[in-house]
């Protein structure tokens, strides 16, 4: 890999663009960076770590501001790298996030990182990429190493190699783990850490599997829990002797069992011999009982089957009783009726007031006998007949309710009449001022719609003035902006126009040292032709070079036409600005307002004037046809009302003579209605009268039929008198309870006499037992049940036994299986152990090294290798490296310590005791020989540029020689070296330099070429 040309904008230190031809300044093979303290000599090596990972080393890229603080707003950060790599010629080009500002409005918006991969193909840039990511993982696969190898091997970083000479084992094992990518030796060391693990969790479960089969088939033995034997002493044999043990308690609990049912047999049938006696003996003492209480009931159950034979007999009695009783009942209620009757017939016979003269027939009404049937007749058909003539008046009386409701109609229409006859005389005589009101307001609107034209214009003309009013501000701030600009740019070309004559001035003061630098050894002079040289002039640090001097005119063109353009943007202004004061006549915001607004509502107000013009011309002629039409409805309503009129009075005089007639008819009764329903009333009440006479002669007959029925049947029956008969009947309820009670008795009887016929019931000895004590069972029932206890006892024990014989027998088999599962798992997990513990520094490794850690030694042998054979030259031979396996302490495990042999002693000592210088070579030596170990490692990548970030000044001048020519070795084969340092003896020895000025408005970088 070798690095050609570097240019940086805006990063770091850097305000503006600078670049670096490393071609040019390496092409000695070693050159200088250089420049004061905090100028940005590392923020070089920062830009070329950006271009080719994304990244910077160290702490800065946590920092996360890579833009230069001194640089334009608009001035995007960036970083170009041209380099050959894999044999492919390549430009990368990377920007970082940075804000910008907004091209609208004010504030900045976020731009995102970028980056563009080219490759020079037949004089061409062929882009690759612009992709991040793909950018940056074709760079990887090229390089051939990370980031944390390139920053270490070939940005030899400043301190960081004399911490690592003097660091701990940890902290030296931490950055050989990031330098050589030993992670995947410790993901061996987790993965059999994890298998180990594993197999110890299988072993365990197995085990487990084993205890609980072995816990099982103690509980089952009823093994005391601290008795339980170990799995080693649970063997075959002592298996084998608890299933012989098992089954021999079977053999003995099986031929005791076979006593136990004898016995129980014996108690059985003697418990069972005296039940049978105590039975008899119970049913003996029942039937001598039923036979007392057969013999005590035998009175009671002779009357009622008595009374329930003669209720039977009078069965036929309830519906001739029932019959009697209800004609007895009815010739009661016929006489009341006739009786309530007859006292309303007398009463309403002598209001009656059928006079001669007045009610046709009404002649003898005051002398009737109420009893006489023929008489109430013929005064019946008198009242009826009269309720008919007066019928026929009633359909007058209806005409005259007509009459009255048209009558009161037309009073009503009459009212109606006059009242709108009113409002429309009122609307008549109000209609000449509406009529004059609406011609003046279509006068008005008729003049309104003439000047609308003129408004309009008018307020055009003020919403212009107040917009460009309103513009003049706005202008006005923008013509301030512009002036400044302006100012600003003038300045600005006056400065690039002074600095290009300072630079041409410069220049023609420089032009001896120029000359001088062209002289060569042995060659002659341009100017006085010698071919001896005794006293070139210097050339001064700000000499002007041919880059700057073409710069400045191109800065002073530049501002030139920056200025035009401001100027230009000023002018157009002021041009607008004079239009539109044109437009407003000088006049304030405010006040063109105010006008505006005035103009505003008279053209609204017109306008609206002008739209109502039609319609108030309509409206007059509308006032107009409504007060024709009025007229002509006044004179309808006067003679509707004359017609109405005429017609009441013809109404009245028709309903005066029916009213005559109706007084005449209805007597003294208030009105005609009333006295038809009261003479219709009289007449129902007398047709009531005649019925109820009927009534009660009907119910006389058959109360007397109904006697002489009962008399009859009740003598039938064998009853004296129909009294007795109906005493002696009984209800439905009353026959069932006798019938029962008769059947119980008789059934009672019957059960007794087979109970005194069984069997055994009249033995001698059971007729004394039954008038002696009850025979007590408990002896035998308990001596029945101890026996059967005790068989139940024997084959529960039994069973109990052949269920454990069975299940000792079958966990004796699966505890030899679980012991035959978990012997694999044994084995396997003292394999899988053996082995994790050595690669852990564990068990058998004497070094007690980690996998990794003995990796990381093996590569730091190489490195000191390496290392020692740069240390033993710069030190004249006297030092060298040697890797150690001894731990640093006794908390530390062995096998990465370094230490340095001195020749001089012949001993081994620790890092920690060089001097500065010393240790400033040992810590190059030690970057050296990484560096060598590390490239090697990515497959012996070319690394054809390398940096030295470290100090010079701790070293004498010999040493220093030492080291001068360690890297006059490093340059051999076409490498660069770049040495960063600001000792002032290395810019003599080394004359390529590359030197970084500090400034206020941004550091600079000036290349100085041998």
């Not at 918006?109 to 074709?138: F, K, M, N, Y």
């Not at 308690?249 to 105590?278: Q, S, Y």
């Not at 048209?406 to 009529?435: F, G, K, M, S």
């Not at 329903?677 to 009289?682: S, V």
């Amino acid at each position: 890999m070798r690095l050609h040309r570097l240019e940086v904008t805006a990063l770091g230190p850097f305000a503006g663009t600078e670049s670096v031809d490393l071609d040019r300044l390496g092409a000695d093979g070693l050159f200088l960076l250089h420049g004061e303290t905090g100028a940005g000599k590392t923020s070089v090596l920062d830009a070329i770590a950006y271009a080719l990972f994304g990244r910077v080393p160290g702490s800065r890229q946590q920092a996360g501001r890579l833009r230069c603080d001194q640089a334009g707003p608009d001035v995007a950060p960036s970083v170009r790298l041209e380099l050959t790599l894999a044999g492919r010629r390549l430009r990368v080009r990377r920007s970082p996030e940075w804000r910008r500002p907004k091209r609208r409005g004010v504030g900045t918006t976020r731009q995102p990182a970028s980056a563009v991969l080219h490759e020079l193909r037949d004089g061409a840039w062929i882009g690759l990429s612009t992709r991040i990511d793909e950018v940056s993982q074709q760079l990887l696969d090229w390089i051939g190493m990370s980031a944390e190898q390139f920053f270490q091997v070939v940005l030899l970083p400043q301190g960081d190699f004399a911490r690592f000479l003097r660091a701990e084992s940890s902290e030296r094992e931490a950055l050989l783990e990031r330098l050589f990518g030993t992670r995947r030796f410790a993901e061996v060391q987790d993965w059999l850490a994890d298998r180990r693990g594993n197999a110890k969790l299988v072993l365990e479960k197995a085990e487990s599997e084993l205890h609980i089969w072995l816990q099982r088939l103690c509980q089952e033995l009823g093994v005391e829990r601290s008795e339980v034997p170990s799995v080693a002493d649970a063997s075959a044999a002592w298996r084998a002797e608890q299933v012989r043990v098992t089954e021999q308690a079977v053999a003995v609990a099986e031929n005791g069992i076979v006593e136990r049912a004898r016995v129980m047999a014996a108690a059985r049938a003697a418990a069972e011999d005296t039940r049978t006696r105590r039975r008899l003996q119970e049913r003996r003492m029942l039937a001598e009982r039923e036979l007392a209480g057969v013999t005590a009931g035998r009175a009671e159950y002779e009357r009622v089957r008595d009374r329930d034979a003669a209720a039977r007999r009078a069965a036929v009695m309830p519906p001739l009783l029932a019959a009697l009783d209800a004609a007895q009942r009815e010739r009661l209620a016929c006489e009341s009726a006739v009786e309530r009757r007859l006292r309303s017939v007398a009463v309403l016979i002598r209001g009656l007031d059928l006079r001669p003269g007045h009610d046709a027939g009404a002649k003898g009404v005051a002398d009737l006998d109420i009893g006489d049937a023929d008489g109430l007749t013929l005064l019946e058909r008198r009242l009826r007949a009269e309720c008919a003539r007066l019928a026929g008046l009633a359909e007058q009386a209806a005409e005259r309710d007509d009459g009255l409701a048209e009558l009161t109609a037309i009073e009503v229409t009459v009212a109606d009449i006059e009242v709108t006859a009113d409002a429309l005389l009122q609307r008549h005589d109000a209609l000449p001022l509406q009529i004059a009101d609406a011609a003046r307001r279509e006068a008005a609107a008729s003049a309104a719609a003439a000047v609308l034209p003129g408004l309009r214009a008018a307020t055009g003309r003020s919403e212009l003035a107040v917009q460009s009013a309103a513009a003049e501000v706005a202008i006005l701030a923008t013509l301030v902006a512009a002036e400044d600009r302006l100012r600003a740019a003038v300045d600005r070309h006056q400065a690039s126009t002074t600095q290009v004559l300072q630079l041409r001035e410069r220049r023609l003061y420089g032009m001896a040292a120029e000359l001088a630098g062209a002289l060569a050894e042995g060659e002659a002079c341009p100017v006085c032709g010698s071919c001896e040289h005794p006293a070139p002039a210097d050339r001064a640090a700000a000499a002007v070079t041919d880059a700057a001097e073409t710069a400045a005119p191109e800065a002073q063109a530049h501002s030139a036409t920056a200025r035009v353009a401001v100027e230009e943007e000023v002018q157009l202004a002021l041009t607008t600005l004079a239009g539109h004061r044109g437009r407003s006549g000088g006049r304030g915001v405010a006040a063109l307002t105010a006008e505006r607004d005035r103009l505003r509502r008279e053209l609204a107000e017109a306008q609206d004037a002008a739209e109502d013009l039609s319609a108030r011309a309509a409206a007059t002629v509308c006032h107009q046809q409504e007060r024709e039409s009025l007229g002509a409805l006044l004179a309808e309503a006067q003679s509707t009302k004359a017609e109405r009129l005429g017609r009441a009075a013809e109404l009245r005089a028709a309903i005066a003579k029916i009213d005559r007639r109706l007084d005449a008819a209805r007597g003294q009764d208030p009105s005609l209605p009333a006295r038809i329903a009261r003479l219709g009333a009289a007449a129902d009440d007398i047709a009531d009268l005649h019925a109820a006479l009927q009534a009660d002669s009907a119910a006389r007959s058959t109360l007397a039929k109904a006697v002489a029925a009962a008399d009859k049947h009740a003598t039938r029956a064998g009853f004296a008198t129909v009294a007795e008969a109906a005493k002696a009947v009984g209800s439905s309820e009353e026959l069932a309870l006798w019938q029962q009670l008769v059947d119980g008795y008789e059934r009672r009887a019957a059960a007794l006499g087979q109970l005194l016929a069984e069997p055994g019931l009249d033995d001698p000895d059971v007729i004394a037992s039954a008038r002696s004590a009850q025979i007590d069972l408990v002896p035998t029932v308990e001596a029945q049940l101890a026996a059967e206890t005790a068989h139940s006892d024997a084959v529960a024990v039994l069973t109990g036994l052949r269920r454990r014989a069975v299940e000792v027998r079958r966990l004796t088999e699966r505890l030899a299986e679980a012991e035959q599962a978990a012997a694999p798992a044994r084995t396997e997990y003292a394999d899988v152990r053996a082995l994790a513990d050595l690669v852990a520094g564990l068990g058998q490794n004497t070094r007690h090294m980690t996998l990794r850690a003995y990796v990381l030694a093996a590569r730091l042998a190489e490195v000191a290798d390496s290392a020692s054979r740069r240390l033993k030259q710069m030190s004249g031979d006297r030092y060298t490296f040697q890797h150690t396996d001894v731990a640093d302490s006794s908390r530390v495990r062995a096998g990465l310590g370094l230490v340095v042999v001195d020749d001089y002693s012949g001993l081994a000592r620790s890092t920690k005791t060089l001097s500065g210088g010393e240790s400033f070579l040992a810590s190059l030596a030690l970057a050296l020989g990484l560096a060598d170990v590390v490239t090697a490692e990515a497959g012996g990548v070319q690394l054809e540029t390398l940096f030295i970030d470290e100090g010079f000044g701790s070293l004498d001048a010999e040493t220093l020689d030492q080291v001068m020519s360690t890297l006059d070795e490093l340059r051999a084969g076409g490498r660069v070296v770049g040495v960063v340092s600001h000792v002032e003896e290395m810019r003599a020895r080394i004359p390529s330099r590359l030197l970084v000025h500090k400034r206020r408005e941004g550091s600079t970088l000036e290349q100085i070429s041998a």
